[in-house]
Each structure stands twice: as structure tokens, then as C-alpha cells.
């Protein structure tokens, strides 16, 4: 009797209500996958930017131990004509490049160039009369090494600034046994380094050497040359 009032109108039964409700599960969940994956995507990015700039800005360089100036005569004015320092990798598992430019070989003029050589690593040097900014240097690797030129871990590489040539064959206490560069490798001796155009690094002269290798931040060295010139002189 109460059933004739409801002829001809519609309603929804619990199946339908359940596609319903299923079909907005499916779409909440592809977007809330959605999200999640482009959140994730995203801290991950931020993530190796964030590693990619602590490598740009911190220096996989160290330095060990002192800083030495070897002296000699350029004509007859006593003068330093190469630095020295010890050298380590400061990054486990990040090995530098120090492919050096030139050699030594205690032989007629160093250093030598080495034309067959890609270096990755630029050295400058700088005081208070002169800036220049890629000198010649050369390594020699000390201790435990495998025989590349890659500074690795537990390595350490002996690394040679030459301000000015050095005539081997002349005693470092005799006139001439340093050289002003001439920038031409032709003839043996460095480029780069101290010409007839710079001042000669005498006594009480302060300097700065930045060692910037391929990736990371430049390892700086700060010295002064004491007041009385030796052959040998160690700077710390």
C-alpha cells in the first residue's frame, strides 16, 4: 500500500555507492603518489646540490708541515727562487688531480717542462710588488703512492714553486745560479714566473700562494721571508 507513493523515483543502491567511493580512493591516492614522488624528487635534488656545493666550497687540500724559500744568486742579488710545502688529500675518497706542468731532475736548468702533461691544478703566488698567477711547479710524491698522479688518500705529494730558473751547473752561492724566466720553455726553465718585468723576492717579503685544483676551494699558504736570506729556510 505504502510502496505505490515511491513509483518512478530513482535512488542509489550501496554498489553504486561503493564505485563512487572507490573511484575517489583511486584519485586521492594517484595524487597523493603524485606529491610524495615530486617531495621526493625535489629533497633529493636539494640534496646533491647541497653535497655539489660543500665540494665546491670546502678544500680537498692540506697542508703537512713547514713551508720552506730556497735562495740563490740572480746575477749577484741574493733571492729566493722556490718554494716548497707538503701537501695531503683532505676528503677521504676524493682524489685531486696534481698533474704537474713541469719536472726536476737536478739537471742544467729546472725546472723542465713537461709538454705531455695536462695540469688541472693552477698555483699563484703574490706579495707585495707583483701578483703571478700561474707559476711553474712540480711534485714529488712521498711515502705510500701508487704510481698516478691523483693525491689520494693517505698520499702526500711534495709540491715545488719556481719563482725563477735554477742553473744547476752553478753552486746556489755563486753569481747566476738563478735565472729570471724568459717565458719560452724552448730553451729549457719555467714560464710564468718572476721576468725582467717583476721584482726579485728578497728579505722580509711577505707572500700569499693559492693552490686551486680542479674541484674544491684553494688551499692558501701565508708566509714571510725572514729578515736574513739563507739557502735553505724554513718559513714556519
Excluded: C
Amino acid at each position: 500500500m505504502f510502496m505505490r507513493g515511491f513509483r518512478g523515483q530513482r535512488g542509489i543502491t550501496g554498489l553504486e555507492t561503493s564505485i563512487v567511493l572507490i573511484a575517489f580512493v583511486v584519485v586521492a591516492s594517484v595524487f597523493s603518489f603524485t606529491v610524495l614522488s615530486a617531495g621526493v624528487y625535489s629533497s633529493e635534488a636539494n640534496k646533491q646540490t647541497i653535497f655539489a656545493g660543500l665540494r665546491e666550497t670546502r678544500t680537498r687540500l692540506r697542508q703537512n708541515g713547514a713551508t720552506f724559500a730556497f735562495s740563490a744568486k740572480a746575477g749577484s742579488t741574493e733571492t729566493v727562487y722556490k718554494l716548497v710545502f707538503v701537501v695531503s688529500n683532505s676528503l677521504a675518497g676524493e682524489p685531486v688531480d696534481l698533474t704537474p706542468p713541469y719536472a726536476e731532475d737536478a739537471s742544467g736548468i729546472d725546472p723542465d717542462f713537461v709538454a705531455s702533461n695536462t695540469s688541472a691544478t693552477v698555483i699563484s703566488y703574490a706579495d707585495e710588488n707583483q701578483r703571478l698567477a700561474d707559476v711553474p711547479w712540480s711534485i714529488v710524491f712521498i711515502g705510500n703512492h701508487n704510481g698516478d698522479n691523483l693525491l689520494e688518500d693517505g698520499e702526500k705529494a711534495e709540491i715545488s714553486i719556481w719563482l725563477l730558473d735554477r742553473d744547476t751547473a752553478i753552486a746556489e752561492d755563486q753569481d747566476n745560479s738563478a735565472i729570471l724566466m724568459d717565458n719560452s720553455t724552448a730553451n729549457g726553465g719555467g714560464v710564468g714566473g718572476i721576468d725582467v718585468s717583476g721584482v726579485l723576492v728578497g728579505k722580509s717579503t711577505r707572500f700569499v700562494v693559492e693552490v686551486a685544483p680542479q674541484i674544491g676551494a684553494a688551499l692558501t699558504v701565508q708566509r714571510s721571508i725572514p729578515p736574513g736570506l739563507r739557502q735553505v729556510m724554513n718559513l714556519n
